[in-house]
T-cell receptor
């Protein structure tokens, strides 16, 4: 069945460091891929998405490219800030009539000043 | 502010009790989703309603039930509570039932349930 695997956290970085959070997926057909972010004490919110192969989603300095050949959707940011400290969730929307979101376990990021 | 409202924000109760969590979706959203988030299980999908009808079921226990009312608000009922039910319960809403393949859900801030 469909699944999403994220790198385990927690990830701890210094401000202005480069961030990569790995996400790989298993799916039939052509799913859409998403990154959601959960800031402390808040609900999840959509960070970026990509709906077809080679699409690049971007928002707030974060980017992720839908790579069908490697079944990956890694999240990257060139220079993290303390305010990026949050939990990041990778998810896919399964194709077909019975679409639903399949979630990764989340990766906690802490950015130190 | 996502536009999704959940009440109560915090709830403390005892084992064996029953609680009801309430969710008001964003204006115009027809789908409501319930999720459970705990430290050991991550984010678990419980159930989805679309325009009053159950659309999809996830890992929802038989002790739990939900419904969506004509005004589109939803309630999640948790009964015979156990210690392991302590978690953050999120409600999310979307315009459709993902039929447009957007996959974008709007989450509330959650209801934190503590079972003692």
């Amino acid at each position: 069945g469909n699944s999403v695997t994220q790198m385990e956290g927690p990830v701890t970085l210094s401000e202005e460091a480069f961030l990569t959070i790995n996400c790989t997926y298993t799916a039939t057909g052509y799913p859409s891929l998403f990154w959601y972010v959960q800031y402390p004490g808040e609900g999840l919110q959509l960070l970026l998405k990509a709906t077809k192969a080679d699409d690049k989603g971007s928002n707030k300095g974060f980017e992720a490219t839908y790579r069908k050949e490697t079944t990956s959707f890694h999240l990257e940011k060139g220079s993290v800030q303390v305010s990026d400290s949050a939990v990041y969730f990778c998810a896919l929307s399964s194709a077909g009539n019975n679409r639903k979101l399949i979630w990764g376990l989340g990766t906690s990021l802490a950015v130190n000043p | 502010d996502s536009g999704v409202t959940q009440t109560p924000k915090h709830l403390i109760t005892a084992t064996g009790q029953r609680v009801t969590l309430r969710c008001s979706p964003r204006s115009g959203d027809l789908s409501v989703y319930w999720y459970q988030q705990s430290l050991d299980q991550g984010l678990q999908f419980l159930i989805q309603y679309y325009n009053g009808e159950e659309r999809a079921k996830g890992n929802i226990l038989e002790r739990f039930s939900a419904q969506q009312f004509p005004d589109l608000h939803s309630e999640l009922n948790l009964s015979s509570l156990e210690l392991g039910d302590s978690a953050l319960y999120f409600c999310a809403s979307s315009v459709s039932g993902l039929g447009l393949n957007t996959g974008e859900l709007f989450f509330g801030e959650g209801s934190r349930l503590t079972v003692l």
